[in-house]
């Protein structure tokens, strides 16, 4: 007899066998092991989520997620109607007055004097334009003319108007202020073919301005006296400006670049973590 114990039998696989476990299988059934940050780590990430928060509060949001603001309403027609009207009635009762009380003054004291040597009320009648434009032409040339002038300026007035934007608030005020005047004076050149001017104004300025032009034009007249205007010219004058005023915003306007802010990384883990990618 061996005194020798017999060879280790090899493990059959059977139903009573133990499964093996895969390493996926292992550590899908372990609970997550949670990283343990150190005091270092801990400062890195406190320190990384205060600068976050204080670019998010200097930054302005982006427009994706900036509250939805509504369009800006566009100027409406009801607008250049009532604008236009108040000027054409001011300018028209303004006219009726002057026409009846002035035409009462005598030859002795024609004017009723506001500032003395500078602005006064004076009854004129203009039959042709600005700075007596076609004043001694024929009435067959002079009247088809300045309806013709008139009736293409509206025309055109009203074709700007509802072509403006909603921040054009300069044209918004002097399309129908320069509407309301030409409307005026051409209610004259209709009823009465000629045009009521009442205001009359003087000044030195007035005079050196003349000296000046008559530097140029030899036969212009040298005079401290404006010509005499009425309130629709008056009106035409404010909204020519403002037409101005909108033309020079408009090109020395642009538009500021717009404020883009860069993704913020994940916060770091670990030496071994990265950002995702985008």
Same mark, same amino acid.
């Given at each position: 007899?061996?005194g020798d114990?017999?060879?280790p039998?090899?493990?059959?696989l059977?139903?009573?066998?133990?499964?093996l476990?895969t390493?996926?299988?292992?550590?899908?059934?372990?609970?997550?092991v949670?990283p343990?940050?150190?005091a270092s780590?801990?400062?890195?990430?406190?320190? &990384?989520?205060s600068?976050a928060?204080e670019r998010?509060?200097v930054?302005?949001?982006?427009?994706?997620?900036?509250?939805s603001?509504?369009?800006?309403? &566009?100027?409406?027609?009801?607008?250049?109607g !009532?604008?236009?009207?108040i000027?054409?009635?001011?300018?028209?009762t303004s006219?009726?007055?002057?026409e009846i009380v002035l035409?009462? &003054?005598?030859? !002795?004291d024609?004017?009723?004097v506001?500032i003395?040597d500078h602005l006064?009320?004076?009854?004129?009648r203009n039959?042709?334009?600005?700075?007596g434009l076609?004043?001694?032409?024929?009435?067959?040339?002079?009247r088809p003319?300045?309806l013709?002038?008139s009736?293409?300026a509206?025309?055109?007035i009203?074709s700007l108007?509802?072509r403006?934007?909603?921040?054009?608030?300069?044209?918004k005020?002097?399309?129908p202020?320069v509407l309301g005047?030409a409307?005026?004076n051409?209610?004259d050149r209709i009823i009465r073919?000629?045009?009521?001017d009442f205001?009359d104004y003087?000044?030195?300025?007035?005079?050196s301005?003349?000296?000046g032009i008559?530097?140029? !034009?030899?036969n212009?007249?040298v005079?401290d006296h404006?010509?005499?205007?009425?309130v629709?010219?008056?009106s035409?004058?404010?909204?020519?400006?403002l037409?101005?005023l909108?033309m020079? !915003?408009?090109k020395?306007g642009?538009?500021a670049?717009p404020?883009l802010l860069?993704h913020e990384?994940a916060l770091?883990?670990?030496?071994?973590s990265?950002p995702?990618?985008?």
């Amino acid at each position: 007899m061996n005194g020798d114990p017999p060879p280790p039998t090899p493990a059959t696989l059977g139903s009573d066998a133990p499964a093996l476990e895969t390493p996926e299988a292992a550590l899908g059934s372990r609970p997550p092991v949670e990283p343990v940050l150190g005091a270092s780590d801990a400062s890195v990430v406190a320190s &990384r989520g205060s600068e976050a928060l204080e670019r998010s509060e200097v930054a302005p949001a982006p427009s994706s997620v900036r509250p939805s603001q509504g369009p800006q309403a &566009r100027p409406t027609f009801l607008f250049l109607g !009532v604008v236009a009207a108040i000027s054409l009635v001011a300018d028209v009762t303004s006219k009726a007055w002057a026409e009846i009380v002035l035409s009462k &003054r005598t030859l !002795v004291d024609p004017a009723i004097v506001l500032i003395p040597d500078h602005l006064s009320f004076t009854l004129a009648r203009n039959r042709g334009g600005a700075w007596g434009l076609l004043e001694n032409a024929s009435e067959m040339i002079r009247r088809p003319f300045f309806l013709l002038v008139s009736g293409l300026a509206i025309a055109f007035i009203v074709s700007l108007y509802g072509r403006l934007g909603s921040g054009q608030r300069a044209l918004k005020w002097g399309l129908p202020l320069v509407l309301g005047g030409a409307l005026g004076n051409l209610s004259d050149r209709i009823i009465r073919s000629s045009v009521i001017d009442f205001i009359d104004y003087r000044a030195n300025w007035i005079e050196s301005m003349n000296r000046g032009i008559f530097k140029v !034009v030899h036969n212009w007249g040298v005079t401290d006296h404006w010509p005499t205007f009425n309130v629709a010219d008056v009106s035409i004058c404010v909204g020519v400006g403002l037409m101005a005023l909108d033309m020079f !915003v408009s090109k020395r306007g642009h538009p500021a670049p717009p404020v883009l802010l860069a993704h913020e990384p994940a916060l770091s883990t670990g030496p071994s973590s990265k950002p995702p990618s985008p």
